[in-house]
């Protein structure tokens, strides 16, 4: 069983990016850290210097680009990633800081162009993913350790060709596979091995991140300290349409972009909601069919009101830092939850706060209805019967 203890602190660990030996474990404060699917987590926080060996500690352990930084609680690992910044501040008073910044493991890909084309065909889209990580990790120094899993299949396959002339980014390379009709969901995951060992894979879910095998119970009032509701309109479209790459090759004739379909969210149409029109650009996709593709999932995102429940909870032994994909039940009742409130949502982000001055350790829960086609997903296990894309 995990061990979780719910005043112990978090603590820092300085590593070589390349070989993971431990530098330094420092300390750090003001400390918040968060991780999410379908985006980079943070950290940052203020080292205090206030002397000489300090500095030189500083100095030695971190730096930005080539060091990683891990966060530990027990035996737990938190979070991993890369530090990217480090500015040393002195006030009037000669106190003497520095404000570090990181990022998670994905934020590497943000970094790695694909300089050779990556030709898929008819290959299933999470093995497409997996090729455009190992890419990366093939080129002399780009070799992160991130583990892949060769079994995962979503069943849906693809053909795609990527990089090349066009110079494109790993991560938005995979971002643009996943975001589609039909697509996935992926991050680089952290976790310690049997050995001790800390790890990083990339993980994958079809059609989106499911983690646990049972519901996490939440109840305000209770463990839920606060919440926040946001319902946001201001990028809801019942019509949308996608541009594509220009068609035209001749540079002295004017360029027109392919254009997918034009698309209506019917139902909501029907039920009341206003023509709203919305509409994305892919610049690299010159293929009419993996353009409508895009199109639809962008509709499909856009087609309601984007609500993103925020609960604020005591970090207990019921959290683990896999909490993220994990399904939640959350049951609340007061003024607002009037008739009161007892349903499913799904994690898809966090944000941590450690303890400090008299204040408990706790955490931010982003999470999203567990509700629709994506409330099926799996982790990317075998599927019969396939469709092809």
């Known amino acids: 069983m995990p061990e979780h203890v719910p005043d112990l602190p978090f603590r820092l660990l300085f590593t070589d990016l390349g070989t993971d030996r431990v530098m330094d474990a420092l300390p750090v404060k003001g400390l918040k850290f968060d991780d999410y699917i379908g985006k980079a987590g943070s ?11 300090m500095a030189a500690r500083v100095q030695q352990a971190v730096q930005p680009g080539r060091t990683a930084v891990w966060v530990e609680r027990g035996r737990e690992l938190w979070w991993g990633g890369i530090v990217w910044t480090l500015t040393p501040h002195v006030d009037e008073h000669g106190f003497v800081t520095a404000d570090l910044q990181a990022a998670t493991w994905d934020s590497y890909l943000d970094h790695r162009i ?12 999470l093995a497409i993913a997996r090729q455009l990580v190992e890419y990366a990790q093939m080129q002399p120094g780009g070799d992160m350790g991130i583990r892949l899993d060769p079994a995962q299949t979503s069943g849906v396959t693809r053909t795609r060709k990527v990089g090349g002339d066009e110079v494109r980014k790993v991560r938005e390379a995979l971002d643009d596979l996943a975001k589609v009709d039909n697509g996935f969901e992926w991050r680089i995951r952290v976790s310690r091995s049997e050995a001790g060992a800390r790890t990083k894979s990339l993980q994958l879910g079809f059609p989106v991140i499911r983690t646990g095998q049972r519901p996490l119970m939440l109840t305000y009032p209770g463990n839920v300290l606060a919440y926040s509701w946001p319902q946001d309109a ?3 479209a019942t019509v949308w349409q996608s541009r594509g790459a220009t068609t035209n090759k001749n540079q002295a004739a ?9 698309l209506e969210a019917a139902e ?18 010159r293929d009419a069919k993996t353009l409508n593709e895009h199109a639809r999932a962008d509709l499909d995102a856009a087609r309601q009101p984007v609500t993103i429940p925020t609960l604020r909870v005591r970090l207990d032994d019921q959290i683990t830092p896999d909490v993220i994909g994990a399904t939640v039940r959350l049951r609340i009742a007061d003024t607002w939850h009037y008739e009161g409130l007892d349903a499913l949502y799904r994690v898809v982000g966090w944000q941590a706060t450690p303890a400090e001055r008299g204040a ?13 086609p994506r409330a099926a997903g799996h982790n990317g296990s075998a599927e019969a019967g396939g469709a092809a894309a």
């Open 234 to 236: 201001t990028q809801v």
């Open 268 to 285: 909501e149409l029907a039920a009341g909601w206003p023509r709203l029109d919305g509409s994305s650009d892919y610049n690299t996709v």
């Open 43 to 53: 950290l940052a926080g203020t080292i205090p210097i206030p002397d000489r060996s």
């Open 360 to 372: 408990g350790a706790s955490l931010e829960l982003y999470l999203e209805a567990n509700s629709g």
């Open 254 to 262: 004017a360029s027109t972009p392919l254009l997918s379909e034009r």
């Open 114 to 125: 694909i300089y050779d084309q990556q030709t898929a065909t008819h290959l299933d889209q």
